[in-house]
């Protein structure tokens, strides 16, 4: 056992007196549909109590878990409970599983990004459901009259062995609620678990596939006006003037304004990014309505002047330059070409120049990557009620917690009188973590004096920001006469942001190593994509290594595991983020459960191998090109993302992160001219079909006993090069630029 303090987090133990209710309470008609010898439906208790920001015990034993974190499809709605419930002892059929609101007295971290809700809830996770046994186990030995150190706890029941005693957690959850909170409690050794590394199905899914009332989207309210946004017809101007009087005369139209979502002085952090502050606001009392309303609207619009925002990214004070103009395409790619030739030494290891003066072979290569849209299925919105210096809010968002910090700037209400209430996301992907719609609905709510919901349309969505960067790389790498890597360089850079991790794989595995990077100022406003900035640096580095191992003549695995020997052996440098014997195993399960090197006619295969957000994946994709389209057969996923909590969610992550990637790497772009982007919903923005999508996806865990570590990203951005590397085979071109359909066909 390991014992931890459970001052990690003391205030998410704060004990409290007894509940009675208990809130919103999932149904144990689906529970009981989770498991066949679950024959009845347990009533629900008359009391709750509860034992700290996570755990609440009725008097009959039922246990309600809370997840603390947003639910976006990843599951954690349903793992996050499972290791409380592991070390809480707990019966799973008799957990009840609650959505929590955003509480910074009671909970950290509330939020979607980074791959982290696992990483860094799993020890406090733990200790909250150790913490709540072990004052149970101490509320039966007072009891009893027993020590403590005789009770043992296993499946919801407390037993004493020496004299007979057992009782269910709900006959001594009154007492156990009022028991000293312990300064350190044991934690079970990972071989004993029962719940954690076993699935658990969905807890919500039943409610998911029968369409009830999940998402931000359903949210209702009696008297809720509804809301939509007229912003710049391109970006790179301004509002001039408005006349909506012919939308205010329409049925139900109860206002047409201007709003300013956030002010001109305000310091933004890191996740207060927008493309547009000041937007036209138009409500009615329904959706159809406001639609039709808002295609009436009148508007100038000018050019915007260029100007800095002041920024405050996690600490560290900055500013963002945002330049004038109506920017396009072809204009950036001129712009970027040029600052790639000045960009900044982010790492050096040897003497990269001699050894690529005295090289044998040199190969170089260019990549590009578009912006990307992030298309979440559910459209933005969010529901927003402000009385007086009381607000209300619900939705989907992926920072709770910093939004509401920036909606008490905003309307200078204190943090305690908001109140933020987490719905399930249909979709995130990092779009979700730039919540200003919560804001604009605040203040439109303000404004009207009336609850409102905010909708975007999908074109209000695919044309006002945010999208994922526009990328640009260039790789060099020098063999001697013996074919051994000798140099390996990277110029990568961004327009408006620099994707370049210097400190990563091949960085420390060659002697001679240049990592440079660049960006470009530019008035299109980004942020976070799934797997930020690793879902191309993956695609152009190992589709470039697959290069550089033909050149070699090695096959392209073999010439991975070469460099991650050399790593292991003789590390290059410091710094380097990634364990060698980590990345090589999961390497080497990847090529056994693929059974690499035994070839199929008709099937081309691309490997890639990648490290992001703590954890290691690697891919093989099977592919055939039939009248000229691509038809993909089979991808091997082999992960290394620590202990496994809950593996059929873990197996739909990777899943779900094989499709979505093959489809942004074939079909995913977004260009501009003059400021206006050139797809505005999906009859033009491609996104991948049902048909496309792989005929199956197998998926394999490392077992080495580490922690958990991220699993929401880390399976997305390889599959990119293994679908490029494929189709390298298949049709005998090297894939350079994203998306890769508009070089299949050409």
Not at 18 to 37: D, E, F, R, T
Not at 69 to 90: F, R, W
Not at 524 to 543: D, H, K, L, W, Y
């Amino acid at each position: 056992m390991k014992t931890t303090s459970t001052k990690i987090n003391r205030r998410s133990f704060l004990k409290v007196s007894a509940l009675s209710g208990g809130g919103m309470l999932l149904s144990l008609n689906w529970l009981a549909a989770c498991y066949p010898k679950q024959a009845e439906t347990l009533a629900m208790p008359k009391e709750w109590f509860q034992f700290n920001g996570f755990i609440k015990i009725g008097e009959n034993g039922l246990v309600t878990i809370k997840s603390p974190n947003p639910e976006g499809g990843q599951n954690v709605k349903t793992s996050m409970p499972m290791i409380v419930a592991e070390e809480l002892d707990v019966a799973w059929e008799n957990v009840i599983v609650e959505q929590a609101d955003l509480d910074t007295k009671y909970f950290t971290r509330q939020f979607i990004g980074g791959s982290q809700a696992i990483r860094s809830g799993y020890t406090n996770l733990r200790t909250a459901g150790a913490t709540a046994r072990a004052m149970l186990a101490a509320a039966a030995a007072q009891s009893w009259n027993v020590p403590a150190s005789e009770i043992t706890i296993k499946a919801g029941t407390i037993t004493h062995k020496q004299s007979g005693k057992s009782a269910h957690f709900g006959e001594f959850a009154s007492l156990a609620a009022t028991m000293p909170v312990p300064e350190e409690v044991q934690l079970k050794d990972s071989k004993d678990f029962g719940i954690i590394g076993n699935s658990k199905k969905n807890v919500e899914a039943k409610n998911i596939v029968t369409g009830k009332p999940l998402f931000g989207i359903d949210t209702k309210r009696e008297g809720m006006l509804i809301a939509m946004l007229v912003h710049p017809p391109a970006i790179g101007k301004k509002l001039k003037s408005l006349d909506g009087s012919k939308a205010k005369n329409m049925p139900g139209i109860r206002d047409v304004f201007k709003i300013k979502s956030l002010q001109d002085d305000y310091k933004r952090t890191f996740f207060d990014t927008a493309q547009f502050t000041d937007l036209i606001a138009i409500v009615g009392e329904s959706t159809w309505q406001v639609l039709q309303a808002k295609k009436t609207i009148e508007a100038e619009w000018e050019i915007e002047e260029g100007y800095e925002e002041k920024r405050d990214m996690f600490g560290r004070e900055g500013i963002r330059v945002v330049p004038k103009g109506l920017e396009s395409s072809a204009t950036q790619e001129q712009v970027m070409l040029e600052a790639a030739k000045n960009p900044q030494t982010q790492r050096k290891d040897g003497n990269p120049e001699a050894a690529f003066a005295k090289a044998a072979k040199i190969i170089e290569r260019s990549y590009t990557g578009p912006f990307l849209a992030h298309n979440c299925m559910e459209p933005m919105n969010f529901f927003a009620h402000v009385q007086g210096e009381k607000v209300e809010c619900a939705g989907p968002l992926q920072k709770p917690e910093l939004t509401e910090q920036a909606l008490s700037s905003r309307l200078e209400i204190p943090l305690e009188n908001i109140e933020i209430k987490m719905t399930r996301l249909g979709g995130g992907y990092g779009r979700r973590s730039y919540a200003h719609w919560l804001i604009e609905a605040a203040v439109i709510s303000q404004k009207m004096n009336a609850p409102i919901k905010l909708i975007y349309t999908r074109e209000d969505e695919m044309t006002g920001g945010i999208y994922r960067s526009r990328y640009q790389a260039t790789y060099r790498a020098a063999l001697d006469e013996n074919n051994e890597l000798t140099a390996f360089h990277v110029n990568a850079g961004g327009l408006p942001e620099n994707p370049l991790y210097a400190d990563r794989f091949p960085a420390g595995a060659v002697t001679n190593y240049l990592a440079e990077g660049w960006e470009v100022p530019s008035n299109i406003t980004t942020g976070s994509f799934r797997a930020p900035r690793s879902n191309f640096m993956a695609c152009v580095e190992q589709s470039f290594l697959d290069e550089v191992a033909e050149a070699a003549g090695k096959d392209p695995i073999d010439f991975r595991l070469e460099l991650l020997a050399k790593a292991k052996a003789n590390p290059v440098g410091e710094g380097n983020d990634y364990d060698p014997d980590r990345f090589a195993e999961v390497i080497k399960l990847a090529k056994e459960k693929s059974n690499w090197g035994q070839n199929t006619e008709g099937i081309s295969r691309g490997f890639s191998a990648y490290f992001c957000h703590n954890s290691y994946a690697a891919q093989v994709l099977d592919l055939k090109i039939v009248d000229g389209q691509v038809k993909i057969d089979k991808v091997i996923n082999a992960i290394d993302c620590g202990l496994v909590v809950n593996p059929d969610a873990a197996k739909n992550l990777c899943e779900g992160a094989v499709i979505d990637g093959i489809g942004t790497a074939m079909f995913g772009e977004l260009t501009f001219e003059e400021g206006v982007a050139s797809k505005s919903n999906f009859d033009t923005y491609r996104m991948i079909r049902m048909q496309e999508a792989p005929n199956s996806i197998e998926t394999y865990f490392v077992e080495n006993g580490e922690d958990p570590s991220g699993l929401g990203e880390p399976a997305y951005p390889p599959v990119f090069a293994a679908l490029a590397n494929a189709l390298y085979r298949g049709s005998g071109k090297r894939f350079y630029d994203q998306p890769f359909i508009n070089q299949l066909n050409s």
